[in-house]
């Protein structure tokens, strides 16, 4: 095992995205990152991390981490207290390095992985004096972290040997898990920070095929190239696989991964392969295969055709083109000046795709031209290529280059949108589709009350005319607002379309009203209330029934609205119990009653005489007190029930006198302060007179 400090690591180097693993001086990172993916039969849950600096990757991999999960929800149904499992009983480190010697004799990945955390050196030269020493193994460290990583994301068995990576195979589908990954380093030599990921088994999500897979089959040679920018969050690698018996079997190229080798800027958007083909004339086919950071393969791409022919040897390649402050399109390209003696001029084609169809963009070139100017209609993106046109056989193109005019005009503001919403609170919303060719798509969105900030309901772009949104018909609010506006290529946003409303369906009814006060007089009883507080009630019925009576209430009145809030209820029969309460309607139909009152409506006597001759208040100032008297001719009185009011209010029994009293002094009283004294006569068969009434202002 200790021949494996001499592996070769050349490979590597040319295969290595070292901008992938480089660290961004400008923003601050945490020590270690982690990622997560469910496997495709939902039973396991595939777990990978890597130390973000040459420093912390030394101390975990000396230390190792701490892995732990979570069980947070089950059955849809959040648990009160997560459930804690330690998956790592003892920190996960590297495996010692005699247990590597078999994964590594077939995996040159995993060779690296172990040539990185145990080889005695790494092929880095190093001074023996000095500041050059220390700088050498800090370049040495960091080589060791670069390489590492890289190999892991090629192989997942050798990331779990060294500590990088888990497999969750303890799940279930129906649970979803917070994995907590923490450094077991002391935190004095290492920040004690965590990386965490929420996932499930039924997350499952299948890997996408490689997309916009072009080829250019040149003599004896073919350049791939596909896009890599869409699909950088899925791979770190790729293979190129290659077929020349007419796609019954198709071998890796090389046998090795592709991986990008920009600089980190995040210019590059595409990967650029190429091959050497045995002969002319016969059909080779390639596809190619993207690799996630787990070793797992995606589907592969489109398989992509084709064979060498005789070309040109010189092939043009666009160097610049854009569109001027005049609005002028200006492209220059290099080309062999050897070549010109083989080509009679240059063609430049535009096609609104990457993949075509490529169309004649102006004349034929002149054969020593570099650059051309044009004035054209352009749209929101335009590839072009130059062509080499040869004199004899086929001529050469050169690459797409993309040109993107500036475009600040946003498109037309969505029309005709409609939204409906059914019994279950499933809102369907339509509209028109927009015209412009560089549309993008559409935002939807919803306010919960009108006058309320929109808020949009998509988080990236709607491509559809039709749109579903779901309402609880359980929250307050009764209505919903929703917009759409329209996206072109650039990002450019319309203004919002015409607000449309949508009323829920019902299932809540309305706030009842409240019985504030009520006066009974004689025979009959006035009731004041305060209406519903909801603002769709269509009415509020005033009830009435006799306490015992089983027979269905009495609708004694119905008031349109919210404006009435009092009523007299007139002519019942004196010294009778009865119960009111008042009836809320919204516009759905749902009612709410208020709760109930019991009134006991008075017994009078049936003569006119039954009443008092005159009744006077006298205020007193000097005594501080206001003194009531009364006169009448009334026989056989049990009692006299003296009833008082202050500033306006309702009438209450304020004393009980025999029969023989005249009259009664007021000794509570404020200045500048109105009273209303009111006597009434209760006779010996419990008949009531009518009551005589005075005011006065203290």
Do not use: C
Request: net charge positive; hydrophobic share 40%; aromatic share 10%.
């Amino acid at each position: 095992m200790r021949k494996m400090k001499q592996l070769s690591i050349i490979l590597g180097v040319l295969l290595m995205p070292l901008w992938l693993l480089a660290q961004n001086p400008g923003k601050k990172l945490t020590s270690v990152r982690m990622i997560g993916r469910a496997d495709s039969n939902r039973n396991a849950i595939y777990l990978r991390w890597a130390s973000a600096t040459p420093n912390s990757w030394k101390l975990n991999n000396k230390y190792g981490f701490i892995l732990v999960r979570y069980t947070v929800i089950r059955n849809k149904q959040m648990l009160p207290v997560p459930e804690k499992l330690v998956l790592s009983p003892t920190p996960l480190k590297p495996r010692a390095l005699e247990e590597w010697e078999n994964l590594a004799k077939k995996d040159n990945n995993a060779a690296v992985i172990a040539q990185a955390l145990y080889g005695e050196d790494f092929n880095v030269s190093i001074n023996d004096k000095g500041a050059a020493k220390i700088l050498a193994q800090s370049q040495e460290l960091e080589q060791r972290f670069s390489f590492s990583l890289y190999a892991a994301d090629n192989s997942f068995e050798g990331a779990l040997m060294a500590g990088w990576a888990f497999v969750d195979k303890n799940v279930k589908a129906d649970e979803k898990y917070l994995y907590r990954l923490k450094p077991a380093a002391p935190a004095k030599l290492l920040a004690a920070d965590s990386v965490s990921v929420f996932i499930s088994p039924a997350e499952y999500e299948p890997l996408p095929a490689v997309q916009e897979v072009i080829a250019r089959f040149g003599n004896k040679g073919v350049m791939l190239n596909w896009d890599i920018q869409m699909l950088s969050q899925y791979f770190a690698s790729y293979y190129v696989e290659k077929s020349d018996d007419g796609g019954v079997n198709f071998k890796k190229v090389n046998g090795l991964p592709v991986s990008n080798f920009d600089n980190g800027n995040g210019k590059q958007t595409r990967m650029f392969f190429m091959d050497s083909l045995k002969e002319n004339g016969k059909e080779y086919q390639y596809r190619v295969v993207g690799v996630n950071p787990f070793g797992q393969p995606g589907p592969p791409s489109t398989i992509i055709k084709g064979m060498g022919r005789d070309m040109l040897a010189a092939v043009p390649n666009i160097r610049n083109a854009y569109v001027d402050k005049k609005g002028v399109l200006q492209v220059n390209w290099i080309f062999d000046e050897k070549g010109n003696n083989a080509i009679r001029g240059f063609l430049l084609k535009r096609a609104d795709n990457i993949k075509g169809p490529y169309e004649k963009f102006g004349d034929t070139l002149a054969v020593t031209s570099r650059t051309t100017a044009l004035k054209k209609e352009l749209g929101a993106s335009n590839y072009f290529t130059i062509t080499a046109l040869a004199k004899e056989g086929e001529g050469s193109t050169s690459f797409p280059y993309l040109v993107q005019p500036e475009d600040s005009m946003p498109p037309a503001v969505p029309v005709n949108v409609k939204a409906v919403i059914d019994t279950n609170g499933i809102v369907t919303i339509t509209w028109d589709r927009n015209t412009e060719k560089d549309l993008m798509g559409y935002k939807i969105f919803r306010a919960q009350k009108k006058g309320e900030e929109l808020v949009p309901l998509v988080d990236s772009i709607w491509y559809g005319t039709k749109f579903r949104d779901t309402l609880s018909l359980k929250m307050l609010n009764k209505r919903s607002y929703y917009a759409v506006t329209a996206l072109d290529t650039r990002f450019n946003q319309s203004a919002k379309s015409i607000l449309v409303e949508v009323k829920k369906p019902e299932v809540i009814p309305p706030s009842p009203a409240v019985i504030s006060k009520f006066k009974v007089e004689g025979t009959n009883v006035t009731l004041n209330w305060i209406a519903s507080s909801d603002s769709d009630v269509v009415s509020h019925a005033v009830y009435r029934k006799i306490p015992g009576d089983t027979s269905k209430p009495v609708v004694v009145r119905t008031f349109r609205g919210k404006d009435t809030t009092s009523y007299t209820d007139k002519g019942l029969t004196g010294g009778k119990s009865y119960i009111y309460y008042i009836v809320a309607k919204s516009e759905g139909g749902l009612t709410t009653p208020s709760e109930e009152l019991t009134v006991i409506t008075a017994q009078q006597a049936n003569t006119e005489d039954a009443q008092f001759t005159r009744m006077y208040a006298y205020t007193q100032p000097e005594k501080r007190r206001i003194e009531i008297t009364w006169d009448h001719n009334l026989q056989q009185v049990a009692e006299l029930q003296v009833y008082k009011a202050e500033g306006g209010k309702q009438l209450v029994l304020w004393k009980v006198l025999p029969a023989a009293e005249k009259g009664i002094y007021d000794t509570n009283v404020q200045a500048n302060t109105e009273y209303q004294y009111g006597v009434m006569a209760v006779f010996s068969s419990g008949a009531f007179s009518s009551m005589k009434t005075v005011t006065t202002k203290y």
